[in-house]
């Protein structure tokens, strides 16, 4: 495989997830993060008004502005963005060098967060004010992939059909769908592009449509990956080979579950982080990984692996 076939990995199969763009004493980082996610080759990208404190639309928004590269973004509609965004990120400056110091601070403010949250509304009225006040934050003319963001199974979503295919036609919408942090099976369907969590391995899941997104390698496949390890020295030792000379398999979990997750699937994945030298690692290993003879042997090893022990579900 080429240096070039790599980059055509990892431009066509993985996605950003700009969940952890803020604003305010953040907002450098993040555009830096854009910025480094593009200078490796990251080519999709995919936000939500409440990201990011909702600041996400608009960070990235600024980092893609005057970048030569193409891009594809999606973006969600149904959760509203946080009333007092700056506000928010006021909070969270204050109580993140104290999160450490008082055991439960943190949680106890994403609590109070969470209850502030406004619930899902799929009112038509408001979904077309979502939708044009991403397209200003955005700074884009167009969106690749409007998604619903967390529908329910009693939630009316028939009369929304119109005003999407409306905005197709007029060449503002690409495709449009919903979307889920949970698995498929808690996804309300709408649309053309399912976007969920990847199937945890070893749980007997139908296959992935290919225009299917799915997102938690990290969060839930890496974590199976570390117990196969611990399990098996063999295994370990053949998953280090994957990687650069002296790397840690245990310290590269997440590269070798999007690794793991490009074998088993033909999706789009989507994968995060707010540190940019991390980004840059973990793409490094990923392209290592999948350069090497014995990548798909090892991937097969693997899932045999997680066949043979069962790997508990993730909540």
Same mark, same amino acid.
């Given at each position: &495989?080429?240096?070039?076939?790599?980059?055509?990995?990892?431009?066509?199969?993985?996605?950003?997830? @700009?969940?952890?763009?803020?604003?305010?004493?953040?907002?450098?980082?993040?555009?830096?993060?854009?910025?480094?996610?593009?200078?490796?080759?990251?080519?999709?990208?995919?936000?939500?008004?409440?990201?990011?404190?909702?600041?996400?639309?608009?960070?990235?928004?600024?980092?893609?502005?005057? #970048?030569?590269?193409?891009?594809?973004?999606?973006?969600?509609?149904?959760?509203?963005?946080?009333?007092s965004p700056g506000l928010m990120q006021t909070a969270r400056a204050i109580v993140? +060098?104290?999160?450490h110091r008082i055991p439960g601070l943190r949680q106890a403010v994403l609590k109070? &967060?969470?209850? #502030?949250?406004?619930?899902?509304?799929?009112?038509?009225?408001?979904?077309?004010?979502?939708?044009?006040?991403?397209? #200003?934050?955005?700074?884009?003319?167009?969106?690749?992939?409007?998604?619903?963001?967390?529908?329910?199974?009693? !939630?009316?979503?028939?009369?929304?059909?119109?005003?999407?295919? $409306?905005?197709?036609?007029?060449? $503002?919408?690409?495709?449009?769908?919903?979307?889920?942090? !949970?698995? $498929?099976?808690?996804?309300?369907?709408?649309?053309?592009?399912?976007?969920?969590? @990847?199937?945890? *391995?070893? &749980? !007997?899941?139908? *296959?992935?449509?290919?225009?299917?997104?799915?997102?938690?390698?990290? =969060?839930?496949?890496? *974590?199976?990956? /570390?117990?196969?390890?611990? =399990? !098996?020295? %063999?295994?370990?030792?053949?998953?280090?080979?994957?990687l650069p000379a002296g790397t840690d398999p245990a310290a590269a979990t997440g590269?070798?579950?999007?690794?793991?997750?490009?074998?088993?699937?033909?999706? $789009?994945?989507?994968?995060?982080?707010?540190? +940019?030298?991390?980004?840059?690692?973990?793409?490094?290993?990923?392209?290592?990984?999948?350069?090497?003879?014995?990548?798909?042997? /090892? &991937?097969?090893?693997?899932?045999?692996?997680?066949? %043979?022990?069962?790997?508990? @579900?993730?909540?």
């Open positions: &495989m080429t240096t070039d076939s790599h980059t055509d990995l990892i431009s066509q199969r993985l996605g950003f997830g @700009c969940g952890r763009l803020k604003g305010g004493v953040e907002k450098a980082q993040a555009l830096r993060l854009v910025h480094a996610a593009l200078d490796l080759g990251i080519r999709h990208f995919d936000t939500a008004p409440p990201y990011g404190l909702g600041s996400s639309e608009s960070v990235l928004g600024e980092a893609l502005k005057g #970048r030569p590269e193409p891009v594809t973004v999606f973006t969600k509609a149904g959760l509203a963005r946080p009333a993140k +060098p104290l999160a109070g &967060m969470a209850h #502030r949250a406004a619930a899902a509304n799929f009112n038509p009225d408001f979904i077309a004010q979502s939708f044009e006040t991403s397209l #200003r934050l955005l700074q884009r003319e167009r969106v690749d992939g409007l998604l619903l963001h967390e529908a329910h199974a009693h !939630d009316t979503l028939a009369p929304l059909k119109p005003l999407f295919e $409306r905005y197709v036609a007029q060449g $503002r919408l690409g495709a449009y769908g919903s979307s889920t942090g !949970d698995a $498929r099976g808690r996804l309300v369907r709408f649309g053309t592009v399912l976007q969920y969590r @990847c199937p945890v *391995p070893g &749980m !007997d899941e139908a *296959p992935p449509a290919p225009t299917d997104i799915l997102h938690g390698a990290f =969060r839930f496949i890496a *974590p199976a990956i /570390a117990q196969q390890m611990a =399990r !098996d020295s %063999q295994l370990k030792d053949q998953l280090a080979s994957l590269a070798l579950a999007l690794a793991y997750a490009l074998d088993q699937f033909h999706n $789009r994945l989507l994968f995060s982080t707010n540190q +940019p030298q991390r980004l840059a690692t973990t793409l490094q290993h990923v392209r290592h990984a999948t350069g090497s003879t014995e990548w798909r042997p /090892a &991937m097969q090893a693997l899932h045999a692996s997680f066949a %043979q022990t069962g790997v508990p @579900c993730a909540n």
